[in-house]
Every structure is written in structure tokens, then in C-alpha cells.
């Protein structure tokens, strides 16, 4: 059965940097298509990135183009997302998710594997 491990969340004042880790087991992550989520406080879980499995196209909501870049290491079997300039709307429980195919991440339609979450808090 796949499962998702996010690590790297934490306490961070406003401008500051966190790198969020999701380490893949049970799937084969050289053909499986990674991405985060965010689910802010009182708010609905929204797309954050994602990356293709091949050739690794990246994707990122408007809000944070610019400041967070997503990458993989398949050897690790590990997703990264590497968070800059932190806002403390950047604030929430950020997930890590696991799909055939890359668009179903993005549209958030066609999750196959969550991770637990991993918590972030951004203080002004």
C-alpha cells in the first residue's frame, strides 16, 4: 500500500524559509506525478505545486510562483518544496499528494495517495 511521510514543517516568522520533505514507499515513484497542498485555517485544502514524473514539469498557484520550487530526487523517492519569503498567509497544514498523472493533482481531482500533513506557521 503507498504511503506519504512529510517532514520539514515548523515555526517561521514572516520572510523566512522552510523546505518540506514527502517520502514515497509502496509505489513506484519514477512514474507518479508529486505535489503539495495547503489547508489554511477554517479553509478547504488547496493546490499549492505539483511535478510531472517525466520530464518533471513544475505547476504552482499564482500566490506563490517565485518563492516555492517543488523538485524530486526519484533515487531518494523523496518530494521536496523548497518555501521562500514566507507570508503568514503561507500558513496551514500542507500536504503532500501522489497521482497517475500530473493534471489530476493540479485540478485536485484525481488524488490517489495522501500524506498525513505537515504543519506551517508563519508569524507576522
Known amino acids: 500500500q503507498a504511503q506519504l511521510v512529510e517532514s520539514g514543517g515548523g515555526l517561521v516568522q514572516a520572510g523566512g524559509s522552510l523546505r518540506l520533505s514527502c517520502v514515497v514507499s509502496?509505489?513506484?515513484?519514477?512514474?507518479?506525478?508529486l505535489g503539495w497542498f495547503q489547508q489554511a485555517p477554517g479553509k478547504e485544502r488547496e493546490f499549492v505545486s505539483a511535478?510531472?514524473?517525466?520530464?518533471?514539469?513544475?505547476y504552482y498557484t499564482d500566490s506563490v510562483k517565485g518563492r516555492f520550487t517543488i523538485s524530486r530526487d526519484n533515487a531518494k523517492k523523496t518530494v521536496y518544496l523548497e518555501m521562500n519569503s514566507l507570508k503568514p498567509e503561507d500558513t496551514g497544514l500542507y500536504y503532500c499528494?501522489?497521482?497517475?498523472?500530473?493534471?489530476?493533482?493540479?485540478?485536485?481531482?484525481?488524488?490517489?495517495?495522501w500524506g498525513q500533513g505537515t504543519q506551517v506557521t508563519v508569524s507576522s
Open positions: 499528494a501522489a497521482a497517475d498523472q500530473v493534471r489530476g493533482i493540479v485540478h485536485g481531482t484525481k488524488v490517489d495517495v
Open positions: 509502496g509505489r513506484s515513484i519514477s512514474t507518479t506525478a
Open positions: 511535478i510531472s514524473w517525466s520530464p518533471g514539469r513544475t
